[in-house]
């Protein structure tokens, strides 16, 4: 890989981190090129990019992305394979479905919403967590709960009240 081309990668790498806000670096060495073939297919299926480089171009896309990844560089190394996806679960519920075949993609780290998850122990954690939608949407579900129960109260209060005045006016 010449310069040049390598500068396009870097280029590449840094517009997919800023475009997609979430990635997954994993171990994906000594594994056939049929079985990352079908990793890449599986990814394909589930509307996951995937790209194999190496990580010092990782490294400097990283830097040319902004934000602090500080913490991801210490897991560069060996042969990493990134990941990116709109979805921040998507690529650990994939992930967690390959190593039931096999031990392999391992993952180094995630970075989700500028949080970063380090090591392959992270996935369930990674799996758990809910988009910014779905936050949103049950913190409004919360809020709007009380206002609910007080037009309920109020609504079944002015019935029973309307009620008691009727009975009243017809007694009397």
Request: proline residues 2%; positive net charge; contains cysteine.
């Amino acid at each position: 890989m010449n310069k040049e081309e390598k500068h396009d990668l870097v280029l590449a790498l840094t517009e997919q981190m800023n475009e997609f806000g979430n990635f997954y670096i994993t171990d994906t060495s000594d594994l056939t090129v049929a079985k990352i073939n079908d990793i890449r297919r599986k990814c394909f299926e589930s509307d996951i990019t995937m790209k194999v480089a190496k990580n010092s171009l990782i490294k400097k896309a990283m830097e040319a992305a902004g934000g602090d990844y500080t913490p991801i560089f210490d897991v560069l190394k060996g042969s990493s394979s990134i990941l990116f996806s709109k979805s921040a679960t998507a690529p650990a519920k994939l992930i967690k479905q390959l190593r039931k075949q096999g031990d392999k993609p391992v993952l180094k780290a995630a970075y989700i919403d500028s949080a970063i998850f380090i090591g392959d122990n992270q996935i369930d954690t990674l799996i758990k967590l809910k988009s910014k939608e779905q936050l949103i949407g049950e913190i409004i579900g919360l809020l709007q709960s009380p206002a609910k129960n007080v037009i309920s109260a109020l609504q079944s209060g002015g019935t029973i009240i309307a009620g008691v005045v009727k009975t009243l006016q017809e007694r009397g």
